[in-house]
């Protein structure tokens, strides 16, 4: 539902986390206002968690956030 909610609305951003080649995650933010971002989803398989890849996930969303202009 996200992914479908994130193609109709341009301030949704979506994000899969990977490890290797296989999915293990999905990351979503909203662009509430040009300075204001919030995390609605953020989300590791429970057989992948305990590995950092959440911490990894998140440090590489927040690095892109922090790219954006108005943030």
């Known amino acids: ?18 490890l290797d080649d296989i999915p ?9 206002t040009a300075s204001k ?3 609605w989803h ?3 398989d ?3 968690q305990q590995k950092g890849i959440g911490r990894i996930a998140l440090n590489a969303v927040l690095d892109e956030i922090r790219q954006m202009p108005s943030i």
């Open 42 to 44: 953020f989300m590791v």
């Open 46 to 48: 429970r057989k992948h």
């Open 24 to 32: 293990v995650g999905f990351f979503m933010w909203v662009e509430e």
């Open 37 to 39: 971002i919030s995390i």
């Open 1 to 18: 539902m996200s992914v479908v909610e994130a193609a109709f609305n341009e301030s949704y951003a979506t994000r899969a986390i990977y």
